[in-house]
Nanobody, 124 residues
Framework: QVQLVESGGGSVQAGGSLRLSCAASGRTFSIYGMGWFHQAPGKEREFVASIGWSGGSTGYAVSVKGRFTISRDNAKNMAYLQLNSLKAEDTAVYYC?????????????????WGQGTQVTVSS
């Protein structure tokens, strides 16, 4: 099992920045990749960004490319999501996820473990 705990959410004005953190514990050696998803009220959980745990290759949703940056620190078992130039439509609960196998990194079904989520609210 892998446990994930997110932190760093909050309320900011449009144009502001936040940095989300995800701490992984447990069987972290089994992690193949990490991802961030968000879910707004009444909407499906959507892919935001992903990163390979060993090679560090990244992928982004079109809506956040150029504004958000995903990174990881293997030594600390941490993943991060830097959110810049935030917009009101970025308001959502952000979830960290981990997957233990090769798969389509942009779909929720590829991920085996999920954090509890952290709220990001952007006011215009």
């Amino acid at each position: 099992q892998v446990q994930l705990v997110e932190s760093g959410g909050g309320s900011v004005q449009a144009g502001g920045s936040l940095r989300l953190s995800c701490a992984a514990s447990g069987r972290t050696f089994s992690i193949y990749g990490m991802g961030w998803f968000h879910q707004a009220p009444g909407k499906e959980r959507e892919f935001v960004a992903s990163i390979g745990w060993s090679g560090g290759s990244t992928g982004y949703a079109v809506s956040v490319k150029g504004r958000f940056t995903i990174s990881r620190d293997n030594a600390k078992n941490m993943a991060y999501l830097q959110l810049n130039s935030l917009k009101a439509e970025d308001t959502a609960v952000y979830y960290c996820a981990a997957r233990s196998r090769v798969g389509s990194y942009y779909v929720t079904s590829a991920y085996d473990y999920w954090g509890q989520g952290t709220q990001v609210t952007v006011s215009s």
